[in-house]
């Protein structure tokens, strides 16, 4: 006699599952119904941070038929089943990161008082350095491109020449230094090396208006300069009911002015320790933080170590660092049931179809990841000793990662979104430092450790605003952030741009920041 296992229950929920007044039955093979016992009638949920959404599931007549329904959808209700345990079981628990003090300068660390002094910075440049560019620049050896392949094959070569040709005849690194310094530079000392910030403070505060701190966090290839057109609108907003922020932009330690560790071992959780040391001296108690690229990390991790400090936390890009369950689903389920996941018709186009999109697409543009998590050292030698070849290099990125059709075009689509001053500006910025070795081995010390570290499988528990931007390298639904970032408040699809955000598009920015951060100080 062939028993059939029936679940009389409707399966519904606005924001997750509700199991609840289940009644168990086992059918003949003829429909004859033997006698039914009722489970527990206490109510279950997945948590609403799950971020998962259920409609009603009508798979026969008078509830769940499993006998009667189709293949996919009993494997749809197996794993359904299989995510509502694991949620039960693996309740959110807050955990928070801990992390030792480190020294990163030379040496052992010094006796005596550590020193918390700040001091003034001012970039600078000379003849010298301009003639030691210039000559380098002239000597420089082109190679030709393949014909009709654009920049498939990485940047080319004859649109670099013409860049290269303004770098060396028009542009001028006297007037974009002067135009670095219009904001305030800083050092100070933290764990043994001098860590570089730009902090600007609001010139006209309105009075009984307390300005409201905020710190950003730059990646690579990019720095500081990334969020220069994006500070005014925060310190000096146009609109009288938005916020005034006092807004501080770091150089992670190894990029920028900010020196490099000394020793093997500095990773995102250390500048993370690092960022909360300098808002400490700075005289911060809390603040909020924003993110991309590497600052995704670096300020989540801020998160992490110290939750209770960070006000909220602002990012543009947070791809799952470890895939849970919930991500392994969508990705498994997504196109046949979308809104099973909250899936919109840009989430299905950017993940779907799964092998082109996720893994060749990530395989196309991870190459340089792969060098500078395992030999940084080795490619970083050539790069620092080439202006020519760090540029194409280093705004390769800046075409590929704004749009990625932009390899389709002759110039790299660059200024289409930059300007060649502001794209050369941030080149310079690597050349005189000469930080691109030591920024490259970020990737190094972060990968080194494995991916199975702490913080990558440890939820944030602080009010977190995410802007999706429609061409980020790694494009990430609502859900996908929900898993990591547990309070979720703000989710904002936005019109257009892509890798290099605040840098692209400032003033969409710098308005996402500015709902978020207005929404989380109405609830205080």
Same mark, same amino acid.
């Given at each position: 006699?062939?028993?059939?296992?029936?679940?009389?229950?409707?399966?519904?929920?606005?924001h997750?599952?509700?199991?609840?007044?289940?009644?168990?039955?086992?059918?003949?093979e003829?429909?004859?119904?033997?006698?039914?016992?009722?489970?527990?009638?206490?109510?279950?949920h997945?948590?609403?941070?799950?971020?998962?959404?259920?409609?009603?599931?009508?798979?026969?007549?008078?509830?769940?038929?499993?006998?009667?329904?189709?293949t996919?959808?009993?494997?749809?209700?197996?794993?359904?089943?299989?995510?509502?345990?694991?949620?039960?079981?693996?309740?959110?628990?807050?955990?928070?990161?801990?992390?030792?003090?480190?020294?990163?300068?030379?040496?052992?660390?010094?006796?005596?008082?550590?020193?918390?002094?700040?001091?003034?910075?001012?970039?600078?440049?000379?003849?010298?350095?301009?003639?030691?560019?210039?000559?380098?620049?002239?000597?420089?050896?082109?190679?030709?491109?393949?014909?009709?392949?654009?920049?498939?094959?990485?940047?080319?070569?004859?649109?670099?020449?013409?860049?290269?040709?303004?770098?060396?005849?028009?542009?001028?690194?006297?007037?974009?230094?002067?135009?670095?310094?219009?904001?305030?530079?800083?050092?100070?000392?933290?764990e043994?090396?001098?860590?570089?910030? $730009? +902090?600007?403070? @609001?010139?006209?505060?309105? =009075?009984?208006?307390?300005?409201? &701190? *905020? %710190?950003? $966090? +730059?990646?690579? @290839?990019?720095?500081?300069? =990334?969020?220069?057109?994006?500070? &005014? *609108? %925060?310190?000096?907003?146009?609109? @009288?009911?938005?916020?005034?922020?006092?807004?501080?932009?770091?150089?992670?330690?190894?990029?920028?002015?900010?020196?490099?560790?000394?020793?093997?071992?500095?990773?995102?959780?250390?500048?993370?320790?690092?960022?909360?040391?300098?808002?400490?001296?700075?005289?911060?108690?809390?603040?909020?933080?924003?993110?991309?690229?590497?600052?995704?990390?670096?300020?989540?991790?801020?998160?992490?170590?110290e939750?209770?400090?960070?006000?909220?936390?602002?990012?543009?890009?947070?791809?799952?660092?470890?895939?849970?369950?919930?991500?392994?689903?969508?990705?498994?389920?997504?196109?046949?049931?979308?809104k099973?996941?909250?899936?919109?018709?840009?989430?299905?186009?950017?993940?779907?179809?799964?092998?082109?999109?996720?893994?060749?697409?990530?395989?196309?543009?991870?190459?340089?990841?792969?060098?500078?998590?395992?030999?940084?050292?080795?490619?970083?030698?050539?790069?620092?000793?080439?202006?020519?070849?760090?540029?194409?290099?280093?705004?390769?990125?800046?075409?590929?990662?704004?749009?990625?059709?932009?390899?389709?075009?002759?110039?790299?689509?660059?200024?289409?979104?930059?300007?060649?001053?502001?794209?050369?500006?941030?080149?310079?910025i690597y050349?005189?430092?000469?930080?691109?070795?030591?920024?490259?081995?970020?990737?190094?010390?972060?990968f080194?450790?494995?991916?199975?570290?702490?913080?990558?499988?440890?939820?944030?528990?602080?009010?977190?605003?995410?802007a999706?931007?429609?061409?980020?390298?790694?494009?990430?639904?609502?859900?996908?952030?929900?898993?990591?970032?547990?309070?979720?408040?703000?989710?904002?699809?936005?019109?257009r741009?892509?890798?290099?955000?605040?840098?692209?598009?400032?003033?969409?920015?710098?308005?996402?920041?500015?709902?978020?951060?207005?929404?989380?100080?109405?609830?205080?």
């Open positions: 006699m062939l028993l059939t296992w029936r679940i009389r229950n409707q399966v519904s929920s606005i997750g599952i509700s199991i609840c007044n289940v009644r168990e039955c086992l059918t003949t003829r429909g004859q119904n033997l006698p039914c016992f009722e489970s527990s009638r206490q109510e279950r997945f948590p609403r941070n799950t971020g998962l959404y259920f409609d009603t599931i009508n798979c026969g007549e008078g509830g769940i038929d499993i006998a009667s329904c189709g996919a959808t009993k494997v749809l209700l197996a794993l359904v089943v299989g995510g509502v345990i694991y949620f039960l079981v693996q309740r959110s628990k807050r955990h928070q990161l801990k992390s030792e003090d480190g020294w990163w300068g030379e040496g052992t660390p010094m006796d005596g008082e550590e020193d918390l002094s700040i001091r003034p910075y001012t970039v600078r440049t000379d003849d010298e350095e301009l003639e030691d560019l210039y000559r380098r620049i002239d000597q420089t050896r082109s190679f030709p491109s393949l014909e009709d392949s654009q920049f498939n094959y990485g940047f080319n070569s004859h649109y670099l020449q013409k860049v290269v040709t303004y770098w060396r005849r028009d542009f001028d690194w006297r007037r974009q230094v002067e135009k670095l310094n219009k904001f305030p530079h800083y050092k100070t000392n933290i043994g090396i001098d860590v570089h910030y $730009v +902090h600007v403070r @609001p010139k006209n505060l309105p =009075e009984g208006v307390t300005a409201v &701190p *905020l %710190l950003m $966090v +730059h990646g690579w @290839p990019g720095s500081f300069y =990334e969020f220069y057109r994006m500070i &005014p *609108l %925060l310190t000096e907003p146009s609109n @009288p009911d938005d916020i005034v922020f006092e807004v501080v932009c770091p150089s992670i330690p190894g990029y920028g002015f900010s020196e490099a560790p000394h020793k093997k071992g500095f990773d995102s959780v250390c500048a993370a320790r690092v960022f909360h040391k300098l808002m400490k001296r700075l005289g911060f108690q809390q603040f909020y933080a924003h993110g991309g690229d590497w600052g995704w990390i670096v300020t989540t991790n801020m998160a992490q170590l939750p209770k400090i960070i006000k909220g936390l602002h990012l543009n890009f947070a791809p799952p660092s470890k895939p849970g369950l919930p991500v392994v689903l969508s990705i498994m389920l997504g196109r046949s049931f979308p099973l996941f909250g899936f919109n018709e840009h989430d299905i186009q950017r993940i779907y179809p799964v092998v082109q999109n996720l893994v060749v697409e990530s395989v196309k543009e991870s190459g340089y990841m792969h060098i500078q998590a395992t030999k940084p050292d080795t490619v970083g030698r050539g790069l620092n000793d080439s202006p020519v070849g760090l540029a194409a290099y280093i705004l390769e990125k800046f075409s590929t990662w704004t749009d990625h059709d932009f390899r389709n075009l002759d110039d790299g689509g660059l200024t289409r979104k930059f300007s060649l001053d502001d794209l050369l500006t941030n080149v310079m050349w005189t430092s000469g930080c691109i070795i030591s920024s490259m081995r970020f990737y190094k010390e972060n080194s450790k494995g991916l199975d570290q702490p913080h990558s499988t440890m939820p944030v528990h602080v009010p977190t605003g995410f999706c931007f429609p061409n980020e390298l790694m494009h990430t639904p609502k859900l996908w952030v929900q898993q990591k970032y547990r309070e979720l408040k703000t989710f904002t699809p936005m019109a741009g892509g890798h290099f955000a605040a840098m692209e598009e400032p003033e969409l920015m710098a308005q996402d920041i500015q709902n978020f951060t207005k929404m989380q100080e109405k609830m205080k």
